[in-house]
């Protein structure tokens, strides 16, 4: 099994900038495989960015440029960091572990707000 848990989220008006940080506890031993996913009002869950099992990064063709996803094995912990925010980019946004077994876990969640 695999707990993570987010933190970071909060209000910010478009334009600025916040850190969403997911630190995981369990059978996880690298943080490849860990991402960032989002879900807004009334729309699919979708990717934002993760760390594939072999190390590389991905990206949504919305957010590249802006975030940027990045982590730390030794705590088993990962960071989406998110600059110049807009409107469209509010969601509850959510980390996931997918094992080598493609069994994927999630965390509670944590809201962004874009608004002014």
């Known amino acids: 099994q695999v707990q993570l848990v987010e933190s970071g989220g909060g209000l910010v008006q478009p334009g600025g900038s916040l850190r969403l940080s997911c630190a995981a506890s369990g059978s996880i031993f690298s943080i490849n495989g860990m991402g960032w996913y989002r879900q807004a009002p009334g729309k699919e869950r979708e990717l934002v960015a993760r760390?594939?099992?072999?190390?590389?990064?991905n990206y949504a063709d919305s957010v590249k440029g802006r975030f940027t996803i990045s982590g730390d094995n030794a705590k088993k912990t990962v960071y989406l960091q998110m600059n110049r925010l807009k409107p469209e980019d509010t969601a509850v946004y959510y980390c996931s572990y997918r094992t080598l077994g493609l069994t994927t876990y999630w965390g509670q969640g944590t809201q962004v707000t874009v608004s002014s």
């Open positions: 760390i594939t099992s072999g190390g590389s990064t």
